[in-house]
Every structure is written in C-alpha cells, then in structure tokens.
C-alpha cells in the first residue's frame, strides 16, 4: 500500500514561484553569467523589464481606473501606508546599521519599503478573510501605477549615498524601461487588449520567466563581484528579525488605523492587506534599473518579505474569516459596492475558491 506523500500545512503557503526564485539564485551561484554571456543577459534582461511594464500598461482598464477613484479614502489610506509610513518605517530602520544590519543589506531594506502593493496577493487575502475584493483591486492597481513614479523619485531622495538613486543614467533607464512601455500599452490597449485577455495564462508565463531572467542577471553579477562575501548567516538571521518587526508594525498600522478612521469591516480588511504589502513582480525590475550590477543584495530584503508576508497574511485571513459572521449572498457584483463606497456587506468566494497569491 503506497502512502500519501506528506503535505505541507494549509496555513504555510511555501509560493512555488518563490521557490523557482530560489532556484535562479542558486543557478546563478553556480553557472553566474560572464564577459559576452553576461552582456547578452544583461540586454535580455533589460528588454523583458520593457516588456513586463507594457504589458501592465496593456492589462489595466483605464475605465475602471477612472470608475475606482470614487472610493478615494479607502485608496489614499493604502498610498499613505504604502509610500509614507513604510518609507518612514524604512528611515527609522537607519539606527540599527551597522550594528545589526551592514550597510549593503539596510539599502535593500529601505528599497523594499518604497516599491508599490501587491495586486494578486490582496486580493486573494482580502478575499479569504470576506473582505471588499473590488476595494482591493483598485488599491493594488492604482498603488502599481502610482509606484512607477514614485518609487524612483523617493529612491532618488532617501537612496542618495546607499548604493541607489537618481543619476542621469538612471533617470533615463526609468523613462525607457518602466514609463514609456506602460504608457505605450495604454494607448495600444484598444488594439491588443483582447490579445491579452486570450492569451492571460500564456502571457503569465512570460511574466514570471521575465522576472526571473533579472534576478539571474542580477545575482550573477553580485557573483562576479564577490558582493555576497559581504553578508554572514547571522547578519541574514538579522534582517529576519528586522523585517519580521516591519511587517507586525505595518499590519497593527493598518488594521487598527482603518478602524480609527471609520471604515467598515469589509474595507478595513482590504486596506490591512493591500496597505502592508509589498509587490516582488514591480520591485525586481525597478531595482534591477535603479542598482544595477548592485541589485543582487537589493533585492534580497524584498524576497524574503515578500514569502513572509505570504505565510503571516495566510494565517490572519483565515482566522479574519472564522470570525466574521455569515453574510447573505447578493445579486449585485464587489465592483458596484466597492466603487460606490458603500458599507454593504460584500459577496466574496470563500477559502477554498479564493485565488492563490503569486509574486504581484
């Protein structure tokens, strides 16, 4: 009789993409890209970072945008906490080098704090716990496109010194790689939206392996310069702790700071889980812009956030979940509600239907 292979709990979702991250790192630790090899991935690697931001450009419906904006405390609460108190958070974080944490790794720390919310990631969390899904959608999506802008103007204002910020190289790279490809998908999206929404699976695809081509392009020159030589076991377990502590602060933040601003149940939830969150699928390719050959070490703070607040959100929404109270169901979509600001309950898939978080 053939036993069952052993289960990881449902409560400790291990990303198969993170693992597939993981993966990259240690191919590039092993087989790092040199001279002409490197040059051809360093070219790729620039070119999927265009293609990545116009297919953003491509993907978001300028309409619902637009309709969105009509629940505008909810949103400006998630931009608040996104790019004010996370980056402040980040600065305060400065005391504990070198201390606790070298100079090398506190940069990508403090990155980590300015790059945009996830997308896919509240939503599913925001849907688990019955949360305003439609809420948590716009919030993700305007928190994306805002972050475009934003995260390289406060990278070039808290960054100055640390490895990072504005040169006028990189002001370029940003216009070229993130700005004009996602302006250019919004104006082709008459055009190849349909294409897109066809081929949503495939092109997810291309998503992910675009990501992962930076980070081996990254990693690898972090190898060829001997950059990880910098940073010991403890100093890792360290930043552990440290971003542990930034996550436990974001997350009472935004739960008890929705409640003292009035909002109901179903929006608190969503604003807690968009507002704590940061997006890996927008920060890899900003770093690899604004870093460089330096982006390796960058990123490693946002990647180890990034399945930690996996593991912590999964275990809060479902307890979130247990305890709300059963809700009727309603003809009328999340959308309307959520665009409307209305404190009507909001039907969402429970958990066993609710989308699985990925990397956005």
């Known amino acids: ?49 265009a293609l990545l931001f116009f297919l953003y450009g491509a993907r978001l419906s300028t309409r ?16 608040a906490c996104t790019f004010v108190l996370f980056p402040v958070l980040g600065l305060a974080a400065r005391g504990l080098v070198p201390y606790v944490l070298p100079p090398t790794l506190y940069t990508g720390l403090l990155f980590l704090c300015l790059v945009p919310s996830t997308v896919q990631s ?40 640390d490895g990072g910020g504005f040169s006028a190289g990189s002001l ?25 929404a066809r081929h949503r699976k495939a092109l997810g695809h291309v998503d992910r392996g675009s990501i992962l081509l930076v980070v081996y392009t990254a990693f690898s020159a972090g190898m060829v310069q001997g950059i990880w030589h910098q940073v010991s076991p403890l100093r890792l377990l360290c930043l552990l702790g440290v971003e542990a502590v930034l996550l436990a602060v974001m997350l009472t933040a935004t739960s008890y700071g929705a409640k003292k ?39 490693l703070p946002l990647m180890l956030f990034h399945q930690m607040q996996l ?44 989308p699985a978080p990925s990397a956005r």
């Open 1 to 49: 009789m053939r036993r069952a292979l052993p289960k990881l709990p449902s409560w400790l979702p291990v990303d198969g993409y993170i693992l597939a991250l993981v993966g990259t790192v240690a191919l590039a630790a092993l087989l790092p890209a040199r001279g002409p090899a490197a040059t051809v991935a360093d070219g790729a690697s620039t070119g999927a970072v």
């Open 311 to 354: 593991m912590v959100c999964a275990v809060l929404a479902k307890r979130c979940a247990a305890r709300a109270e059963p809700e009727p169901r309603r003809e009328s979509s999340p959308a309307a509600t959520a665009v409307g600001g209305s404190t009507a309950p909001v039907p969402v898939p429970g958990p066993a239907t609710a």
């Open 64 to 79: 619902e945008a637009l309709d969105g904006l009509r629940h505008w405390r909810l949103h400006l609460t998630v931009l």
């Open 261 to 299: 601003l009035g909002f109901p149940r179903a929006d608190r939830i969503a604003i807690t889980f968009a507002g704590s969150k940061k997006s890996l699928a927008a920060g890899l390719p900003m770093a690899s812009v604004l870093f460089g050959a330096q982006a390796g070490l960058a990123v």
């Open 122 to 161: 509240s939503i599913a969390f925001t849907s688990i716990a019955r949360g305003n899904v439609a809420a948590a959608i716009c919030a993700g999506s305007f928190s994306s496109i805002v972050g475009i802008v934003v995260t390289p103007l406060l990278a070039g204002l808290v960054l100055h010194g």
């Open 172 to 196: 370029v790279s940003i216009v070229c790689q993130l700005l004009l490809p996602f302006v250019a998908g919004q104006l082709l999206r008459r055009w190849v939206g349909g294409f897109i």
